[in-house]
């Protein structure tokens, strides 16, 4: 069983930054990617970032510039720096892994306030 635990979140004022991380653990192979969706109350979901098996990343439009997803193979980890914050940035993230199926973790509360 694979379990993703995020961490991170919290409540920051427009214009700072948050490193949200997503563990994962069990039995992982050969991901085909690994990213970051986000939905905020009365909106539909939307993809934050993604980075591929080979490394290639995608953001959304929304964060092009401000928003930064990595990962790090050794310790099972997927980060997203998240910078120049913005109250629209209001939302709870979701981490996800792709193997043969997608597996969430529980999502962390990001809180923007202006």
């Known amino acids: 069983q694979v379990q993703l635990v995020e961490s991170g979140g919290g409540l920051v004022q427009a214009g700072g930054s948050l490193r949200l991380s997503c563990a994962a653990s069990?039995?992982?192979?050969?991901?085909?990617?690994m990213g970051w969706y986000r939905r905020a109350p009365g909106k539909q979901r939307e993809l934050v970032a993604r980075?591929?098996?080979?490394?290639?990343?995608t953001y959304a439009d929304s964060v092009k510039g401000r928003f930064t997803i990595s990962g790090d193979n050794d310790k099972k980890t997927v980060y997203l720096q998240m910078d120049s914050l913005k109250p629209e940035d209001t939302a709870v993230y979701y981490c996800w892994i792709a193997i043969t199926e997608i597996y969430w973790g529980q999502g962390t509360q990001v809180t923007v306030s202006s």
């Open positions: 980075i591929l098996r080979g490394g290639s990343t």
């Open positions: 069990g039995s992982i192979f050969s991901p085909n990617g």
